[in-house]
């Protein structure tokens, strides 16, 4: 069993620059794959970008590309998303989840992802 849990949300302006962490407890970290998602106003869960186990490889969907980067220390047993020119659109809930299934062989679907953190909100404010 693996609890996550996230801190960093907050209201930032457009253009400005926030960093979310995720801790993770229990199970064995380095087994997940981890990815962030994010839910907004009247949307649906959405993959925002994944690492693998050692975090040297990552995967971006096209709206987070060039502006967020994710990153997990295993030591630490964290994973971080970096969030740099943030735009209105990216105000959500955002999530961190842990995967099992190896990398290259899913499709970063949500139900992929079989622990989930509850949540911490971004609010880009213009």
């Known amino acids: 069993q693996v609890t996550l849990v996230e801190s960093g949300g907050g209201v930032v302006q457009t253009g400005g620059s926030l960093t979310l962490s995720c801790a993770a407890s229990?199970?064995?970290?380095?087994?997940?794959?981890m990815g962030w998602f994010r839910q907004g106003p009247g949307k649906a869960r959405e993959l925002v970008c994944a690492?693998?186990?050692?975090?040297?490889?990552?995967y971006y969907t096209d709206s987070a590309k060039g502006r967020f980067t994710i990153s997990r220390d295993n030591a630490k047993r964290t994973v971080d998303l970096q969030m740099n020119n943030l735009k209105l659109e990216d105000t959500a809930v955002y999530y961190c989840?842990?995967?099992?299934?190896?990398w290259g062989t899913g499709t970063f679907s949500a139900t992929e992802f079989d622990y989930w953190g509850q949540g911490t909100q971004v609010t880009v404010s213009s």
């Open positions: 690492t693998n186990w050692s975090g040297e490889e990552t």
């Open positions: 229990g199970g064995t970290f380095t087994t997940y794959q």
């Open positions: 989840a842990a995967s099992s299934v190896g």
